[in-house]
């Protein structure tokens, strides 16, 4: 069914037919039936294209006749539709018409301001988006209307002004900065900026005189007021705001130390609006004291102190933690100035920090204990290794590595004597002073470390601080004296976490002692301790050798074997009996099958049954994306490593275990699913070589359904599975029709600004697997379509796809043949090319095979086109000029080492965040293959040769290379040289 929408008068009538059935839709979108949720969203889909869609929706939202429930559906509905359509990535076609566009700028901010707060909060995120592409340029008006509405008498209206202002402002804190962003920040200030100072003092100074139904909206004001004075003030500090420092530095000030016992929350774990108010005036003191020094010198005494005097009266409720955490990041950021270091030399200033705030807030509360018990996966998500989750701990350590900036002997020997004395009530009563050895070892581990990476863990340790002889005489007597005890689970957690966090540090012999404690931990009672040992277990495997002149790991196979058994057994054991799907244990398998390769496959009979009910279950409920994720990492490593340790081992054994799940990811159309199948599908076909079963060919007609490429997750994945099908079968998907089809997908794809690269990943496995003959009918249309996108909307990314498909097709092809296309669309347009595009952009060209595809089409170009050395004589010296220098540029080692998949980490999701993702498996990636793999193996050894032979056609061309720089003669005489040859 479509809907029609017949103008404007429709939206006055919301009961019209066509709004009626779309509330319908929009009420089954709550369904919690998977099929009628599924239903709906597909039929919203289907006809959000339709001019007036998203004015119903605002017409529906708006509406007095429908329930809260319906009009909040409506308005996730016009925000997602929002957010997929309104940046248009189609050079060619807009999804939303210029009156739908119109319509929605100058009526999103009115409805706004009549909705309620949930509403508004969805209302926001669209406006942030639509501002993002739009303000200035395209809504000039909207600091006006928003600036006309911030006086309004009604709290509703002002709130739905204060949360737009906050999401459109917000991005400024990411930016990178532009002299674009500069003049739309500029624009802002000009119109927003007083208005929000005047209406900043406005309402604090009315705080006190509201009635007790307001005061809640009045703070809720005061909150986001913070909020946009932060983003406003992060790119550079406004000279609006400079002005009149001192008005906001005072009043935020107050906020630090204002009370207002009845808007303090009642729970114990959530902030409430004081505490969030406070929280983010700490974020705001801690920016200008970090980026505007100078400005913010003379107020920085007082809100030293007034941050002091709100961590030492705050007490340890988990609702206070944000505010904790901002206000000691904030003494961080103090202590870490060099002009400030007097407020900190006295012996009483530090002792009281360390003890009143650093040992304090580094406890181990009752609240961290019922999360370890009855939430351990939000126990690790806050306390693992980079993690964005502020905790106490974490800010605590912060402060110890900025102290510890200017006075790290004094601070080290105060914690010194804390640890010690921590420790001996552990040795004194173990079971009751349990929390005091965690408090010692969180203690040393913040005080030991450096610098740190996410990736790396502590990248740099305190000459003062053995973190070895600490991990033997203090850290490993939980891990390694009772592995099979369940006795103080949060301890062995924490020996796991020290090993993660200094495995570079660490001596081998050590962390191989460690691998059989490990691997019985992982049948630990504690679901943390079981994650932990995941944890650790595969940040060991990723650990480099530092005497290998080639990426090697530092573990080899033998140190596991001892213990390989109880490894595999113990991620089984977490796999088949966590409550939740444990991520953590999926990547360990994924790295260790990686890591053991062919000694893996003893054990895929162990694992593979579970990894195959895992599919089955996130079929019936996908709800965790990274565990999806390195589920079909490690389906993809397993495939790989047991097809390829044997020519005896087929990939039908795979097939038959996975077609059934991937036939009712097809059938239920599981988005976030789909992306990985097509990649598995990828890699089997290619470990079929070429005797592809009957489902590969009965699913090849789907892959051409233009439904399918509307979904921008799938594009990379699909391409890549039909550049499967043209290596392995061509001879059966090559027809006039599918070819055609195929050609119809790089014109979507090829107009795309996200996507084109893609259109040229398809486009040049055809010109490499499929016969010319039934490319070249269509080789105008082709080079039109490139060309009219480098004329109108050309990008880097495009420029260097368009140069290495050119160099492709000149040397797997025809250079002449290419010459003579592109001159017959327009004479002397092969010349442009030369001029614009390859004299200019080639020495960008990425990536070894890229280099040496793209070079050998121009070596073809030099030596092998009549058509060109024919009209473009002048321009021979310099085409050879431009390759010398691609030859000669700076080599990236990393492609040179070949360290392979294994230590590769997970890709981010190719993923705007409003379409399925696409996140590329790294065991079952379409990689680029070498064209020319066992035809030529040095592209300078070609260059040589070839020039050799063309010199005896053509000498007098190959005698002008004399005409080139001496730098360029000289590479060219190695060239000579490592071909054996004499010019």
Known sequence: MELRFNGIELFRSVMDNSAKVLCEYLKQTTSPEYEIRKKAEDFLLANESTPGFPNLLLSLVRSTELDDSTKLAAVICFKNFVKRTWKSDDVTTDRISASDREFIRAEVIGVMTECDLKIQKQFGEVVAVIGKEDFPDKWPNLMNEMTARLNSDNFIVINGILLTANSLFRRYRFEMKSQDLWTEIKHVLVTFAVPLTDFFVKVFDAKESVGEGETANVYQCLYLVVQIFYSLSYQDIPEEFEDRLELWMSRLYQLIEIQVPSLSSSEKEEPGIIELLKSEVCECITMYATKYDEEFASFLPTFVTATWKLLTSTDLSPKFDILVSNAMHFLTCVSEKAQYKALFEEENVLKSICEQVVIT??????????????????????????????????????????????????????????????????????????????????????????????????TQVRELVNVSEFFINVVSKELLGSPSSQEFPVLRADALKYLVTFRNHLPKEILVKCLPAISVHLKSESAVVQTYSAICLEKMLLLKSPDSNTVSTLLIVADLEPCVNEIFAGLCHVLTTSEEENEHAMKCLMRLCSFLQAKMLPFLTQFFPIVSQKLKDVIANPKKPQFIHFLFETIAVSIKVFCSSSPDNSVATFETSLLPDFEQILMKDILE??????????????????????????????????????????????????????????????????????????????????????????????????????????????????????????????????????????????????????????????????????????????????????????????????????????????????????????VDQREVDGAGDHFVEMDESENDGYHNAYSRLVFGADHLTDPYAGQIDNPKRYLAESLKKFSMQSPQMVASAAKLPPEAQAHLQNYYSLAGITP
């Open 361 to 458: 807030n580094i406890q181990f509360r009752s609240s961290d204990e019922e999360l370890f018990e009855i939430n351990p996966e939000e126990y690790v998500r806050r306390d693992m290794e980079g993690s964005d989750v502020d905790t106490r701990r974490r800010a605590a350590c912060d402060l110890v590595k900025g102290l510890c900036r200017f006075f790290e002997a004094p601070v080290t020997k105060l914690f010194s004597e804390f640890v010690n004395v921590m420790i001996a009530q552990f040795d004194s009563d173990p079971k009751a002073n349990w929390k005091s050895k965690d408090a010692a070892v969180y203690v040393v581990t913040s005080l030991a470390s450096k610098s740190k990476t996410e990736k790396s863990g502590t």
């Open 673 to 890: 699913l789909l992306p990985y199948m097509f990649q598995i599908l990828t890699l089997m076909m290619d470990m079929n070589k070429g005797n592809a079963p009957e489902f590969y060919m009965s699913l090849f007609p789907f892959l051409l359904n233009a439904q399918l490429w509307e979904r921008h997750g799938n594009i990379p994945a699909v391409v890549g599975l039909l550049r499967a099908y043209l290596r392995n079968c061509v001879k059966s998907v090559a027809n006039e029709e599918n070819v055609k089809n195929l050609l119809g997908i790089f014109q979507k794809l090829v107009n795309s600004k996200s996507n084109d690269q893609h259109g040229f990943r398809l486009l040049n496995a055809m010109v490499e697997m499929i016969p010319f003959v039934m490319i070249e009918p269509f080789m105008p249309h082709i080079l039109q379509m490139i060309f009219q996108r480098l004329s109108h909307a050309k990008t880097t990314k495009f420029v260097q796809s368009s140069l290495l498909f050119f160099g492709l097709f000149a040397g797997k092809v025809s250079a002449a043949h290419l010459v003579n296309f592109v001159e017959s669309l327009q004479s002397g347009l092969f010349g442009m090319i030369i001029d614009s595009l390859v004299l200019k952009e080639s020495q960008k060209m990425k990536g070894l095979i890229e280099k040496k595809v793209y070079s050998i089409g121009m070596i073809k170009i030099l030596v092998d086109c009549p058509p060109f050395c024919a009209k473009y004589p002048d321009k021979w010296v310099q085409l050879l000029e431009v390759l010398i220098g691609l030859f000669e540029l700076p």
